[in-house]
């Protein structure tokens, strides 16, 4: 508003326009204030449970932090833009092609210096030998929350084929209806329903006697 | 009822691996929220860059395509102007042109001519007296 007065002391002739151009300014300065604080709320809620699905994709905390700053980096560069609505299937999109290009790049690097003596392994097999060294401190995270059945799913999970692995989590843990994941997965609505269908069967039969 | 069986199964299966999961998110280490947190100013950082700069993102490219474009025009106005049999005098002509240029570019930098410049006036009035006017001006 006194940024308005001074505009009307300098030029009073054309004050009314240079009020209409002020105020224009601000709503668009706070529209973009209001994007941006929408956005905050989207990747404060998705982000727990992002770096989650990478962690149990990729089985590397490091990793998967490295995968889920990837998304949000992509996801408020390209698309913030693009109404809230369509963030979620966006993000989930950006993230699962993230986790298999990294995956399918673990492969290829484990083929090629896969022979060298200490190189890790998927699955950390072998590691660097400092990494090899017990450590003796107690970790509570991993004794109370890491159960044996939060183990045994990862490895379930992580054995599933990609599609299936991609439809079971964003349909089961995430929550999102057959047309929501269809778009993250960007296929048919069909093609959703049967790779989750396959996977609950594939980890019922795995998970059954375990749990 | 096998299949009701089997349905039952999926469900709790199901449910199971959901709670598992939620238990998982609930119960992030401080170290992994921090970082998450770093990780997403980061990228509302990056989004706030991006809308609020939007010209920015046009004209430098456009920018760039402009620069390109004076670049060419003037490259090709000088391979225009490479001397040909028939246009030689042209050539030497302009190059008299340019010549005269530098040597006026030369005179008004030279300090020395500046105070020449200064008192154009007087030396415009000397130059329209007569030369028998000048000794009595002297003589006087």
Redesign the interface.
């Known amino acids: 508003m006194r940024l308005a007065n001074m505009y009307a002391s300098i030029s009073p002739v054309s004050a009314p326009v240079q009020m209409v151009e002020y105020r224009s300014a601000s709503l668009t300065e706070e529209s973009?204030l209001d994007?941006?604080h929408d956005?905050?709320q989207f990747?404060?809620s998705v982000?727990?449970?992002a770096?989650?699905i990478a962690r149990m994709a990729l089985r590397d905390?490091d990793e998967a932090?490295d995968i889920?700053?990837d998304a949000?980096?992509k996801?408020?560069?390209n698309y913030?833009?693009r109404p809230c609505a369509e963030w979620r299937p966006l993000f989930y999109r950006i993230l699962n092609n993230r986790i298999n290009d990294h995956r399918r790049r673990r492969v290829v690097r484990n083929r090629l210096f896969g022979w060298l003596p200490g190189y890790q392994q998927e699955d950390g097999e072998v590691g660097d030998p400092y990494e090899q060294v017990p450590d003796t401190r107690q970790e509570p995270?991993e004794q109370?929350?890491?159960?044996h059945?939060?183990l045994v799913?990862e490895q379930a999970l992580a054995e599933l084929p990609q599609r299936q692995r991609e439809a079971f989590t964003l349909r089961?843990?995430e929550g999102m209806d057959v047309a929501e994941t269809a778009m993250a997965m960007g296929c048919t609505q069909g093609s959703v329903k049967t790779h989750y269908s396959r996977a609950?069967?594939t980890?019922?039969d795995r998970?059954?006697e375990v749990? | 009822m096998n299949r009701m069986d089997q349905n039952q199964g999926d469900d709790v299966m199901e449910a199971r691996s959901r709670e598992l999961f939620n238990e998982q998110v609930a119960n992030l280490d401080g170290h992994t929220r921090s970082r998450l947190n770093r990780v997403r100013q980061a990228a509302l950082d990056a989004a706030r860059h991006e809308m609020q700069e939007p010209i920015m993102r046009w004209l430098m490219p456009a920018g760039g395509v402009a620069a390109l474009a004076l670049m060419a025009l003037f490259g090709w106005q000088v391979l225009q102007q490479t001397p040909e049999p028939g246009k030689e005098v042209v050539v030497a002509e302009s190059a008299g042109v340019i010549t005269g240029a530098v040597d006026d570019l030369e005179l008004i930098t030279d300090s020395a001519e500046l105070e020449l410049l200064q008192n154009m006036d007087f030396y415009a009035w000397l130059g329209s007296q007569t030369d028998s006017a000048l000794p009595a001006a002297e003589d006087g």
């Open positions: 973009t994007h941006i956005l905050e990747l404060a982000e727990r449970r770096f989650q905390e932090m889920v700053q949000m980096l996801l408020a560069r913030s833009a995270c109370v929350m890491v159960g059945a939060m799913l089961n843990f609950v069967h980890l019922r998970l059954g749990w």
